[in-house]
């Protein structure tokens, strides 16, 4: 599950570093943040998805 925290956590530093380089109006390096970061979202969203649908294929544990 660290795993998992440590790539948000990637997501959203390249999402601010994007915000900031458009902000000083640096387009490129803002374009190259921001898709360094959907694509980080995703993988951990297909990670989390991922799971979810094990954790429910297990079944719960009491």
Excluded: Y
Aim: charged share 10%; net charge positive.
């Amino acid at each position: 599950m660290e795993r998992i925290d440590k790539m948000l956590q990637w997501a959203l530093i390249f999402l601010l570093l994007a915000l900031v380089a458009g902000l000083f109006g640096f387009g490129g390096i803002a374009m190259a943040s921001a898709g360094i970061a959907q694509t980080l979202f995703f993988i951990f969203i297909l990670l989390f998805v991922g799971a979810v649908v094990m954790s429910v294929m297990r079944g719960r544990k009491s």
